[in-house]
């Protein structure tokens, strides 16, 4: 019986792997029981290269070329098979053989907003997405790493792995490009160079090489949208942050009129007399913020907060009670947007609230 199996069992004489572009990475070469002819031929192709592993442990590695199997070719496998120089007969051992391709528009991207430090905001939210490339540039470590007995190990297989390395480093790279937040968009280059060099050491230990990487979109939580929003508009005023303030108290000066006449309205039930009072509050409240902001300009720094204070002191003048309480929503709006000290606010909400006894 053993004999006839010796017979119909298959001595493979050509080894030899040719890529399909699917994807894969490492393919073991189906021996089915069967053993490879001593002597036989190894054709490793370019973007290509093979490993012989003996009982789970790696032996030869070539690269590129066409090999003649001999003990002289398989130095480390002659070793762990105790074989002498004679040696020449078939033998058993796992064939792998690897893609050593770039692996292109490999995707990355943040599913939830990912949380860094900005030295002009302190903590903010990051979502971003781009793409990468990878080879593999070390297929005994990534065998041992990362597809061991596999029959066909894929790129799908590793993408999750992969992607959790770039988000886990985004951080890594915003701090290393030295970028402000505000303007990592207009910089997307020099934070894809950083990504790359914080996320490669972690390629390297799977056998990989990280190729390249890009950043296709930033995007700003809509908070600091807004701001930059603010900024742009501003134009020629910079880095300026007193007149950022004064151009913030400028750009709130309708709302408020708009405002308190809604207030004086709504208080007199549609009367004449409601109506003309949420009217003068409105007037008012943009005269004085109008006169500070003005003054603020001229001298080159008065405090934004100071006219938004001195505007609702106006304003309260003569206001009936739903008046006032839609005046401190007012302030209170103005101290969420830091315009208002926290002891500005609670001064004002005083005098407010004077009003109602």
Request: glycine share 12%.
């Amino acid at each position: 019986m053993a004999l006839m199996d010796f017979i119909k069992k298959q001595f493979i004489d050509i080894l030899e792997w040719t890529e399909t572009g699917d994807g894969t990475l490492a393919f073991r070469y189906p021996m089915a029981g069967n053993e490879i002819q001593y002597g036989g031929s190894l054709t490793v192709r370019e973007s290509q290269m093979a490993v012989f592993v003996n009982e789970g442990k790696v032996a030869d590695v070539f690269g590129p070329g066409m090999y003649k199997l001999t003990t002289q070719t398989l130095p480390v496998l002659t070793y762990l098979k105790n074989w002498d120089k004679l040696f020449q007969s078939p033998f058993k051992s796992d064939v792998y053989f690897f893609s050593t391709r770039q692996q292109l528009d490999r995707r990355w991207g943040t599913t939830q907003p990912v949380t860094i430090r900005d030295k002009d905001f302190g903590a903010v939210r990051l979502r971003a997405f781009g793409n990468y490339a990878y080879a593999i540039a070390d297929p005994r470590l990534f065998h041992t790493a990362i597809s061991g007995t596999s029959a066909r190990y894929t790129v799908d297989d590793l993408d999750g792995q992969l992607r959790g390395l770039m988000l886990q480093h985004i951080s890594d790279a915003v701090a290393g490009s030295g970028v402000p937040f505000l303007d990592l968009a207009a910089n997307q280059i020099e934070f894809a160079k950083q990504l790359l060099e914080a996320t490669a050491p972690e390629f390297i230990k799977l056998g990989l090489v990280l190729a390249s990487v890009t950043v296709q979109n930033v995007s700003l939580p809509e908070e600091l949208q807004k701001v930059l929003d603010q900024k742009i508009g501003m134009g020629m005023v910079g880095q300026d942050m007193g007149k950022f303030m004064q151009y913030q108290t400028a750009q709130a000066i309708p709302k408020f009129a708009e405002g308190a006449a809604g207030a004086g309205g709504g208080g007199g039930g549609g009367s004449v007399v409601g109506d003309a009072m949420g009217l003068g509050a409105g007037v008012a409240l943009g005269q004085v913020m109008a006169q500070q902001l003005s003054q603020g300009l001229q001298g080159g720094g008065a405090a934004a907060a100071q006219a938004a204070g001195a505007a609702a002191a106006a304003a309260a003048v003569g206001i009936k009670p739903d008046e006032v309480m839609a005046t401190l929503e007012k302030l209170a709006d103005l101290k969420a947007k830091g315009i208002l000290t926290e002891e500005e606010f609670a001064s004002k909400k005083a005098e407010l609230l004077k009003k109602l006894v």
